[in-house]
């Protein structure tokens, strides 16, 4: 999923630099480069970065169905299958439970 969301960005970033509309290339590539720290951060096993992930991906997917029903477009809908994957891989998941638990033990030995 997170190479998802960085291609999605960094493919929007070049866009926009592209295209010369620079006004928004800065916004763009803070919020790429923030998106890296954080999903490096959940990564790492860090609690606090899977909270606000979770937290800001269910957020996104409220407003993404809401924009869905509103608008009663069934693309919406398939935009907010992104941060539904997201939220059930983050918080779901065993697989991924178990990986951050050792990444977490892992980096607090070093």
């Known amino acids: 999923m997170f190479a998802i969301i960085v291609t999605i960005d960094a493919c929007f970033l070049l ?3 592209l ?4 006004q928004r290339a800065l916004p763009t590539a803070v919020r790429l480069a923030l998106t890296i720290g ?3 951060c959940v990564y790492k096993g860090q ?3 899977r909270t606000l ?3 800001l991906f269910g957020s996104a997917l409220v407003h993404a169905v809401f924009l869905a029903v509103t608008l009663n477009s069934l693309a919406m809908l398939a935009v907010a299958a992104v941060p539904a994957i997201t939220l059930y891989v983050l918080a779901i998941s065993p697989s991924v439970k178990i990986f951050l638990t050792e990444q977490k033990l892992h980096s607090s030995h070093h």
């Open 15 to 17: 866009d926009l630099l």
């Open 19 to 22: 295209n010369e509309t620079s």
């Open 38 to 40: 954080l999903f490096t």
């Open 47 to 49: 609690r606090w970065a």
């Open 53 to 55: 992930s979770l937290l």
